[in-house]
């Protein structure tokens, strides 16, 4: 009798043990985090390929955080830096603390065309939950190819830009013991824009793209012999685009210009595409939705008032909202 009610003991303890495993958030929002990462590679290319030198510096309204990106142009290469730092990042799970650092250089190989090379890290802080009393954290070290290419034609104007990077990605868990594993993508946006001639604006442009994300992950071994298996995804979402914009000429040297930026995107992908998969005594468990993507898509909106002088630079402030994410406020210097 004594021996069964030792075994029962045993294997209770060994149940609650392997169950705390379904509900780590640091997988469970894993390939959702990845794809996030790609997408601002791919944003972050297309504005150090842009030609234009400035700075933005931006906070985040309703948690704490901000960022800023820089970037500068020497005509024969541009370089940009990019950071970013945010609090109780919006995720299904548990929230987590997010930090990341992405570097390019980017050389003129032609007219139209740049290459070069990028380095991000990055660093997911996940908020404590049930009796731990460590914070999980997630690091990771990637390398980048980047590439862009922009032409003028004389009905609209193409833009693409397209990464190729490879990460080692260490997880600190709450035991304090790591668990690591490699990270990989192959992403593309192309973007194609049609100017407008309209007699109250400067300008307005429709912008059409698409975005398209290959990445993933291999496995790791977790405790008790259990393992994250590999996973590969797909991300292929459509987005349209209206940006329009008028300066005020107070006098010949400044005026007052305001802009807006509209946008909407759609992922074709089924979020439920993107869960992970928990391998636990043999047995495959897919873990929760990845991630809050909504059904309608997602709404963005930018709305800058600034100031601009006739030698070419500018100074304002900006405001940025998209749907289900906080609002971002902040101020832009730019040097043209």
Known sequence: MKKKK????TLAVF?????????RPEYQNLNYSLLESRRDLLREVILTSNKDTGISLGGYYGNYGGGGD??????????GAFTNYKTKENTTGVGYDKNNVNLFALGAIGENSYF???YSYSQNKYDKYGNSAVRAKLKSNSFIMAGAYQRD????SYQMAAIADFGKYDM???DVSKEDFYAYSISMLNVITKEFDTQFLDYSRLNLGMRTIFWGHTDTNLDFGNKLEEKYNFSNSLYAGLDFGKIFWMNEVVGL?????LEYEKDLIDEKEWRDTIKINGVSTK???TCTQKSYGEFRATLKTYFKFDAGWSVGAFLKFRTNRDAEAGIEIMLR
């Open 153 to 156: 034609f004389s009905a609209f």
């Open 116 to 118: 070069g090379y990028g």
């Open 172 to 174: 600190e868990k709450r």
């Open 287 to 289: 873990l929760g939705p």
């Open 15 to 23: 149940l609650v043990l392997n169950s705390s495993l379904l509900a």
């Open 6 to 9: 030792q075994l029962i003991k």
């Open 257 to 261: 210009g305001f802009s807006t930026s």
């Open 70 to 79: 820089l970037v500068a142009n020497f005509e024969v290469f541009q370089i």
